[in-house]
C-alpha cells in the first residue's frame, strides 16, 4: 500500500457563506494530494502528457463526515490500497483536521489514456515501477472496490473522454 500526507491550508474563498468548505473544492484537494503524491514518487504529470497519455477522473467520489471550515489546517492522505490494474488507478482520499478529526473521505477512478485518441492504454511502465515496492501480493483489499478486477481493464473509456 502506498499513502502520502500534503498539508492545506483552508483559503477564505474555499468557503461557502455558512462558513464551510464548498463541496466542489474537494475534487481539487484531491487532485493536490495526486499530484504531489506522483510527483515525490519522481512522476510528472507534464512529462506523461509530454508522452501522450492523460489520466482523466473516471468516477469521483466523496462522503462528507464533518465540515472543514475557513483557516483550517487539513491534512489530505492518498491512499493506493490495491495496485493499479490495466489502464485504471483507483486513489483514496481522506481528509483530517488539525485535533486528527476524519472530516471527509472519497475516491477518484484514474484511467491512462492517449491524448491523440482518448482511448485507455495501458498504465506506463515507469509508473508500474516506481509503485511497484509499495505492494505485495495480499493488498489487493480496497472499501471502495471490495472485487479485485470488478473494473475490466480493456474497458472502454467514458464516453466524456473519448475525442
Known sequence: MYSFDIQIRVRY????????????NYAAYFEVARTEAFRRLGISYKELEADGVGMPVGELRTRFRRPARYDDLLTVRLLLRQPPEGARVLFEYEIYNEANQLLTEGHTLMVFVATSTG?????????????????SE??????VLPVPGAIPPDAP???AFRK
Do not use: C, K, N, W
Open 13 to 24: 474563498a474555499e468557503t461557502d457563506q455558512m462558513g464551510y468548505v464548498y463541496h466542489g
Open 119 to 135: 482511448r485507455p492504454v495501458p498504465m506506463p511502465a515507469r509508473i508500474q515501477e516506481r509503485l511497484a515496492p509499495y505492494f
Open 138 to 143: 495480499d493488498e489487493v483489499d480496497s472499501p
Open 157 to 159: 473509456a467514458p464516453a
